[in-house]
């Protein structure tokens, strides 16, 4: 049985197995659940060796050098492919959401597109009601503290919804007995496999910590001044807000925490968080400093969605429907998040504010989830992610969540009771939705900080998405302000991988990862140190550099209808030469080009001095053919094999912990927001490549096929100084 109060949690069973009209209601509900329809036929998948998957069988090499048998048997299974395996397998996404896409677009072809979502939303409502008289009885079994935080959540449908779907059925058992917040957390099976254990005993006496964060919270106090004392008072004001909101209790004196828990209590430091320099604080609970994250056992760890969620579904719905029709967006979001989860043990969540008055700490205490818990977030996002799986199979919404935001792309029709039905859900569940963050339904929209535009999707047969003027504007101050105090800790490291990583991946492919890299080392350091070096300088000019002109980045709803281009690319590096080599095939002319190149000394003093430099001679190898033939290559789906696992490994995910290689890496996606292709990196053993032979100047089968000699353009050496605005304008 999971952790929690196990009395409760039979209480809570026995209650809703021995009801007839729960049972009846979980029927109704699950005879409507929606399930994904088969789409086309399997291709056969090989594991490659970097985790990517081939759309074709392997070919097993027989010799370890380039030889005719095993690049002819390459080609013949190479060449068979005509279209990029991302496109082909658009419906590999999570079940669930392939099976809303699918109903969605069924939908659009009977007379009232609306009238099955209407129908089930009737019956949800029907079903709802058949279930709430057992509210009362749930509540009732709820610990005191715990009826503070849920007054008006309704159980009873929220696990009618659970139930139907044989979905994280100890959740609703979770909610009304409360959830642990230190010591082991239960796994509950919706998210990603991950053991952290605990450093130490949750139980331990407290006392000691307790008076030392009292002590220490009164001397910090007497030193603020200025802004920071501003901010200070600001904070208090927001504890006094959350008290009177219903969130938190207090303020409490040391000797009232004493009587309410004469078990004893354990405090931690709340103190100011900004999103972004001169915005609203927010309140933060530091739950390392106290020891409340290091007594807390893991047993998942949360995979987030991504800003790129509404392209993923538009592409979906490109694949399902016969035609495009005009697409929605919707945004939703959750109010107060973790304070509407109950804790079992809300003598652990005492949190510590010097009172501005009088100069003396006070206590509030937060019987639901404080912000900077381990804990809170793995208890908390169970609830949206459940929700999501249930708007998808049970009303047939493309939706998805990202912590308490939610997202819908729908079909326009659809669009105004898509926005109603999420709301109305989240009404008779009793968790409450913040209608004043909510926007849409509108073609255009903002997710996770990213502007996704549908507006010219029909004509154009691609969306839109860039980064909003004013997170821009907020990243830029963000910037600023770390190169003005010349000082980044691990968490503001942090803070900005995070902010920029949303920006980079939804709105520039793999462009700027690279120069992600020094903020990773930060973050993870366990240095004290926390002045800028010369490595996070650089990077954050880049990164300030690179919001100046920040690209629109193009996604295409449908597959290309031209047929993709076949690339190879080699490089050799022995005695210190390094020599480079590309072959491509154009199906569509039925062409082959090939070129070689020596590396000059001048490029090789720009990597770093070392022996070996293969795996750099592979990058610039891969970057010389889309240098060399850019109006070929412009626009097109492109099929491009390496037989260097580490170079397309740093292709793939946009960075490399080696400062040349990155350099080189960051040079290839600036160049490839100019170019827009959309390549699709696989590995192919040496002895298959054909671009082995150009690379070691040879010909062999290059001969039979007729390729044509082209030069290989690699720039002159100023040129390789470039600033990011070049690199994408010689692309472009």
């Keep these: 049985m999971p952790h929690g109060n196990a009395r409760v949690f039979l209480a809570v069973f026995s209650l809703l197995a021995s009801d007839s009209k729960?049972?009846?209601?979980?029927?109704?509900?699950r005879d409507e659940l929606i399930t994904a329809e088969p789409y086309g036929t399997p291709s056969e998948k090989v594991h490659n060796p970097i985790g990517q998957q081939h759309a074709f069988p392997?070919?097993?090499?027989?010799?370890?050098?380039?030889?005719?048998?095993?690049?002819?048997?390459?080609?013949?299974?190479?060449?068979?492919?005509?279209?990029?395996?991302?496109y082909g397998d658009v419906f590999a996404e999570h079940p669930h959401l392939v099976a809303a896409v699918q109903f969605a677009s069924s939908q659009l072809f009977h007379s009232d597109p609306l009238e099955e979502q209407r129908r089930r939303l009737k019956k949800f409502d029907m079903c709802c009601d058949m279930v709430q008289h057992l509210d009362e009885p749930l509540f009732q079994l709820m610990p005191k503290s715990g009826q503070f935080v849920a007054k008006g959540a309704k159980f009873a449908a929220l696990a009618m919804c659970s139930f139907a779907m044989d979905a994280d059925i100890f959740f609703t058992m979770q909610c009304i007995a409360g959830f642990p917040i230190v010591g082991d957390i239960p796994c509950s099976g919706r998210h990603r496999p991950c053991y952290r254990e605990a450093t130490r005993d949750p139980f331990e006496p407290h006392l000691e910590w307790n008076t030392w964060l009292f002590d220490d919270a009164a001397a910090r106090f007497a030193t603020l001044k200025g802004d920071r004392l501003k901010d200070h008072w600001q904070l208090w004001a927001k504890c006094l807000e959350e008290e009177k909101n219903g969130i938190a209790t207090g303020p409490w004196t040391w000797e009232q925490l004493d009587t309410m828990y004469p078990q004893g209590w354990w405090s931690l430091r709340r103190f100011v968080v900004r999103r972004f320099p001169g915005g609203p604080i927010r309140p933060c609970d530091d739950?390392?400093?106290?020891?409340?994250?290091?007594a807390t056992t893991a047993h998942e760890t949360i995979v987030c969605e991504t800003a790129e969620l509404p392209a993923r579904i538009a592409r979906m719905f490109g694949a399902t429907l016969p035609q495009l029709v005009n697409l929605n967006i919707i945004t939703e979001?959750?109010?107060?998040?973790?304070?509407q989860f109950a804790t079992s043990t809300p003598e652990f969540a005492v949190v510590c504010v010097v009172n501005p008055h009088t100069g003396v700490p006070m206590y509030f205490n937060v019987p639901s989830h404080c912000f900077g818990f381990i804990s809170s977030v793995l208890n908390f996002n169970r609830y949206p992610m459940l929700m999501t799986q249930f708007m998808r199979t049970y009303f047939g919404l493309p939706c998805g969540n990202y912590f308490d935001d939610y997202c819908i792309v729908v079909p326009e029709v659809m669009a105004k009771l898509a926005k109603h039905i999420i709301r109305r859900a989240h009404v008779r569940i009793g968790i409450i939705i913040d209608k004043a963050k909510g926007q849409g339904p509108a073609r255009s929209g903002i997710f996770l900080g990213v502007m996704v535009d549908f507006n010219n999707m029909l004509r154009d047969k691609f969306i839109t998405m860039t980064v909003t003027p004013e997170r821009a504007s907020r990243l830029q101050a963000l910037i600023a302000e770390h190169l003005k105090t010349n000082r980044m800790t691990p968490a503001g490291a942090s803070t900005f991988r995070g902010k920029f990583g949303f920006a980079v991946g939804a709105c520039a492919g793999k462009l700027g990862r690279a120069a992600l890299q020094p903020?990773?080392?930060?973050?993870?350091?366990?240095?004290?140190?926390?002045?800028?070096?010369?490595?996070?300088?650089?990077?954050?000019?880049?990164?300030?550099?690179?919001?100046?002109?920040?690209?629109k980045r193009r996604i295409n709803v449908l597959p290309s209808i031209r047929p993709p281009l076949y690339i190879w690319t080699d490089a050799s590096w022995e005695n210190a030469i390094g020599m480079l080599g590309f072959v491509v095939y154009d199906p569509e002319t039925r062409k082959w080009w090939h070129a070689k190149y020596r590396v000059p000394a001048w490029f090789i003093r720009l990597m770093e001095d070392k022996k070996q430099q293969i795996?750099?001679?592979?990058?610039?190898?891969?970057?010389?053919?889309?240098?060399s033939m850019p109006d070929l290559v412009r626009g097109r789906d492109i099929f491009h094999w390496i037989d260097n696992t580490s170079a397309i490994s740093g292709l793939l995910h946009g960075y490399s912990s080696k400062p040349d290689s990155a350099f080189l890496i960051n040079i290839f996606w600036c160049f490839q927001v100019g170019l827009r292709c959309s390549?699709?990196?696989?590995?192919?053993?040496?002895?298959?490549?054909?671009?082995?032979l150009p690379s070691r100047n040879k010909l062999g089968i290059l001969v039979q096929l007729r390729s044509t000699e082209v030069a290989m353009e690699m720039y002159d050496e100023d040129v390789w100084h470039s600033k990011i605005d070049d690199w994408i304008e010689r692309g472009g």
């Design 22 to 29: 729960f049972q009846q209601a979980v029927s109704l509900i």
């Design 287 to 294: 739950a390392a400093e106290s020891g409340h994250n290091d």
């Design 519 to 551: 903020f990773m080392s930060r973050q993870y350091s366990r240095s004290r140190f926390t002045g800028l070096t010369p490595a996070l300088i650089m990077a954050l000019t880049y990164f300030s550099a690179l919001l100046k002109f920040w690209p």
């Design 679 to 692: 390549i699709w990196f696989d590995y192919v053993e040496s002895a298959c490549n054909i671009a082995d």
């Design 58 to 86: 392997s070919v097993k090499a027989t010799r370890l050098v380039p030889n005719q048998h095993d690049i002819t048997s390459f080609l013949a299974k190479a060449l068979q492919l005509d279209s990029l395996p991302h």
């Design 333 to 339: 979001d959750l109010k107060h998040a973790y304070k």
């Design 615 to 627: 795996g750099q001679m592979e990058l610039l190898a891969a970057l010389a053919v889309y240098f």
